[in-house]
């Protein structure tokens, strides 16, 4: 009973997550505070992707981008087979969904993969880490662009985003330009931040959580939880775990039918299936506005805590199975 438990019980980040939905539900910010609470998650964001540039090795960049195919399959399986995905989804929209939630859904299958958590994944289970190390970043940088214009893509006028072309521009420069300078600066300051590797963690935490008390806040003031019956909440976590019980047999079957070799293909279970909180959050912040900010990124974060006990259990898997599959595979 322990042992199952210690599985599906939620890790300290997802709870603080919880406690974050809490307060700002019973507590949202109004008026002129909440402006500069605005401001502030800006500020934030912009800093948490500046030390996530300075973070990314130069010469994992350079050789990882020689492992082009896997780059390629990991990106295809972010960004057209999980939009894919959502669309099968829409029959939903309207008596299991609110038209908000689809748009989360939606917005959740364009997102790019994780960074930290692809990494730590695939080193657990014995797969190509520095693969994922580039595979994961370039999907970031990449889901600056491609996200608002799947998004518009698929929604249409629907999403209620702004302008696709100026939310790109405003995605560049409140994401892209600090991630850039940070990595162009890194020479100077890569010592300090693998010194405060650990306390930047927590740095990247608190911004996403800042973020989403803002979001839900905003949220709660136009009356999210009032519009939002509880049968599309239970929804949201069922499309959630079936989005991910789909997509990684999916793309565990389409990396043996394209040869790849186990450690590539941990690589592409895991930085294909993953959708970043981090990044979503933030990004959601840019290309929406109002009351449906809240109802969102609900399926992000519901997703989030889902990947993760899902992809702790695959991992172990792999790990333990790793010396009877090496013993076997001829590639290795």
């Known amino acids: 009973m322990t042992h199952w438990w210690s599985r599906l019980r939620p890790d300290n980040f997802t709870l603080a997550l919880l406690c974050t939905v809490l307060l700002a539900s019973f507590l949202p910010m109004r008026g002129p505070a909440a402006m500069v609470l605005d401001d502030v998650t800006d500020v934030a964001i912009a800093a948490l992707f500046f030390l996530h540039g300075a973070r990314l090795p130069r010469e994992s960049i350079v050789a990882g981008l020689l492992h082009w195919r896997l780059h390629l399959t990991i990106l ?81 006028t629907s999403g209620g985003m702004h302008n696709p072309g100026q939310a790109i521009v405003s995605i560049m420069l409140q994401l892209l330009v600090p991630f850039v300078a940070g990595h162009l600066l890194r020479p100077w300051i890569a010592g300090w931040v693998e010194r405060q590797r650990a306390l930047l963690r927590y740095t990247d935490q608190a911004t996403i959580l800042l973020v989403v008390y803002s979001a839900f806040g905003e949220a709660v003031n136009e009356g999210l939880w009032s519009k939002t019956p509880l049968l599309s909440l239970l929804g949201v976590a069922l499309v959630a775990a079936v989005l991910l019980g789909v997509a990684m047999p999916l793309i565990t079957v389409l990396a043996r039918r394209m040869g790849f070799n186990r450690a590539d293909e941990i690589t592409i279970v895991f930085c294909g299936s993953k959708k970043s909180l981090a990044t979503g959050v933030p990004i959601a912040k840019v290309l929406f506005a109002g009351g449906s900010l809240g109802a969102i990124v609900l399926p992000v974060m519901i997703y989030h805590q889902i990947q993760l006990i899902v992809c702790a259990v695959i991992a172990k898997r792999y790990a333990r199975t790793a010396p009877a599959q090496d013993a076997a595979s001829p590639d290795r």
């Open 76 to 156: 295809a399986c972010t960004f057209v087979l999980f939009p894919l995905l959502g669309l099968a989804f829409k029959p939903l929209q309207g008596w299991l969904l609110t038209p908000e939630l689809y748009i989360g859904v939606l917005f959740l299958c364009t997102l790019p993969s994780t960074v930290q958590s692809s990494i730590a994944f695939t080193s657990m289970a014995g797969g190509n880490v520095p693969a994922a190390v580039v595979s994961a970043s370039l999907s970031s940088i990449l889901g600056v662009f491609l996200t608002p214009l799947l998004l518009a893509l698929l929604a249409g």
